[in-house]
């Protein structure tokens, strides 16, 4: 079962309690990764096949997102994906899965990536406008991005050691969702891609 700490919050205090060193803020809201993966999927950033999405879960484990598949829009049925995927390690079962769950930490997750550079977003970032974050990334071949998907806390030291630079693009804390719209869509226009689709 995937716990959700809106309706199984008595099961995951019981996790807390076994583990009490587990960082519990980040634990229990697979609703965050829903919507990040439907801004993402739905980016024409990845219909021209330019962005690759992973999910990197508290206990190390990596979701890896075929960026052809077509999420559930209703949240149970996303959880009842999420369900199978645990239970058969990949959705559909067989060669070409449209998800796949393995073990990784987010590191060897970053070295597979071959980022040419690796920005974080974070409130303790700098501050800059997701338009200057954004032309940096485009500057480089092949940016990592990094978006927390959990409601408290912030990115391990760990975390942030893996990225050359960590912005934060407002005075305020926004969903997870909304700043990976911002940059997909800020991106998009460094490289002049909605021009790009709009003429094609």
Wanted: charged share 25%; with cysteine; net charge negative.
């Amino acid at each position: 079962m995937i716990l959700d700490r809106s309706f199984h919050h008595s099961a995951i205090r019981a996790v807390e309690a076994r583990d009490p060193s587990e960082d519990f803020l980040k634990r229990g809201r697979p609703d965050i990764a829903f919507h990040v993966l439907l801004q993402a999927l739905g980016s024409p950033l990845n219909r021209e096949e330019l962005l690759r999405t992973y999910v990197h879960t508290v206990d190390d484990k990596v979701i890896d997102v075929d960026p052809q598949i077509r999420l559930p829009r209703n949240y149970d049925r996303f959880i009842g994906l999420l369900e199978q995927l645990y239970e058969k390690n990949s959705v559909p079962p067989g060669e070409q899965p449209l998800l796949r769950i393995r073990e990784c930490t987010l590191q060897k997750l970053v070295r597979e990536s071959g980022a040419s550079a690796v920005v974080a977003f974070s409130t303790v970032g700098k501050p800059a406008s997701a338009k200057e974050a954004c032309s940096l990334m485009v500057e480089t071949d092949s940016p990592t991005v990094l978006i927390g998907g959990f409601a408290h806390s912030h990115f391990s030291q760990s975390t942030v050691q893996l990225a050359d630079h960590v912005f934060s693009i407002d005075k305020e804390p926004l969903d997870a969702w909304v700043v990976a719209a911002r940059i997909i869509y800020e991106y998009e226009c460094g490289i002049h891609l909605p021009q790009r689709r709009l003429q094609g």
